[in-house]
């Protein structure tokens, strides 16, 4: 089936400096996405989500943005702390009950 | 925290066993989903229960049963065990279906 694509890739960036992790998606009809942070040994950990009909979403230091056209999800942390480092993940939420998850983007910040 | 809490953390099994973990979600969430994840993985959906009803199912076979309780418990079943069932079993409840869902510790279940 469709599934949510992130190739799992390192992201290092030093302390201070922004993040940007980014997500595709397959599947056209998912109307609500999600980012969920997950620190070792830990359940994933809610961020920040948007619906289909928003563009942007600000919370505290992150910014999700969503492009519909391209399919295309992004995560912006804002001046990234050593506590930010852990594997981020996106999920699309389709027909309402499963999120289907990317296999995840590692954080890793520098002091 | 998300007040979703689940038991046991860890947990060795044989191959061929019956396991049942449980799952004790937030207080009116009428809505609990379980995933497995696999090491290095993200999480894969198993099933959800709304009100005590199965409302959808992923791709996983019978063996994979699950029940919901009117005190916002719940438990997912796996019988005959395989290797491959180890994983990390992750439940998540939610207001209902179409709300955010917020995850529990997870249960780390090795199969030998």
């Known amino acids: 089936g469709e599934s949510v694509g992130l190739h799992l890739p390192t992201l290092s960036v030093q302390e201070g400096d922004n993040s940007i992790i980014n997500c595709a998606y397959s599947n056209s009809a998912s109307d609500y996405f999600i980012w969920y942070k997950q620190e070792s040994g830990k359940g994933p950990q809610f961020i920040i989500d948007i619906r289909s009909n928003m563009d942007k979403r600000q919370g505290q230091r992150v910014t999700v943005l969503l492009n519909k056209t391209v399919k295309h999800l992004s995560l912006q942390i804002a001046a990234t702390q050593p506590g930010d480092s852990a594997v981020y993940f996106c999920a699309e939420n389709y027909a309402g009950n499963m999120l289907t998850f990317g296999g995840g983007t590692r954080l890793m910040v520098k002091p | 925290e998300t007040g979703v809490t689940q038991s046991p953390t860890h947990l060795i099994k044989t191959r061929g066993q019956q396991v049942t973990l449980r799952c004790s979600s937030q207080s009116g969430h009428n809505t609990v989903s379980w995933y497995q994840q696999a090491l290095g993985q993200g999480p894969q959906f198993i099933f959800q229960y709304y009100r005590e009803e199965e409302n959808g199912r992923g791709n996983f076979p019978p063996r994979f049963s699950g029940l919901q309780f009117p005190n916002y418990s719940s438990e997912l079943n796996v019988n005959a065990l395989e290797l491959d069932d180890s994983a990390l079993y992750l439940c998540?409840?939610?207001?209902?279906?179409?709300?955010?869902?917020?995850f529990g510790p997870g249960t780390r279940l090795l199969v030998l």
């Open positions: 998540a409840s939610s207001p209902d279906p179409r709300e955010t869902q917020y």
